[in-house]
């Protein structure tokens, strides 16, 4: 899956892509993402937000038995540190692995993935 954030990020739209991606209604996740954050300006939401948001989503993978791992693509230096940010609040035994990279071929390769498939452009 590939999820591109762009503009500004706020704290409602995470909230939303979470409910979306792993709600009681959603059906079962994908094993990968590649997270996008190449056109983000700013965002609305800092450690707080990140750290509840990625407790949420490991519980969530927990109960389902599923895994998830997350290649964030973080070229500027607000997304990065964010990404950072997001990366260090993630259990590294839990269901979630998260790679972060200022590099968007990077940032794929860590998926196995050469480029963005063609069904996602």
């Keep these: 899956m590939w999820i591109r954030h762009n503009g500004h990020v706020t704290r409602g739209e995470l909230r939303e892509l ?34 509840w948001h990625s407790l949420r989503l490991q519980d969530r993978l927990r109960s389902r038995n599923q895994r998830l791992l997350d290649s964030v693509h973080a070229p500027g230096g ?24 200022d590099e968007s071929r990077q940032a794929l390769a860590a998926l196995a993935l050469p480029h963005i498939p063609d069904e996602l452009l």
């Design 78 to 101: 607000v997304s990065f540190g964010l990404a950072r940010i997001y990366q260090q609040v993630v259990d590294p035994e839990g269901p979630l692995q998260v790679h972060v990279n």
């Design 18 to 51: 979470f409910e979306r991606l792993h709600g009681e209604d959603s059906p079962e996740a994908p094993g990968k993402n590649f997270t996008d954050l190449a056109e983000v300006a700013e965002v609305e939401f800092g450690f707080r937000e990140l750290h």
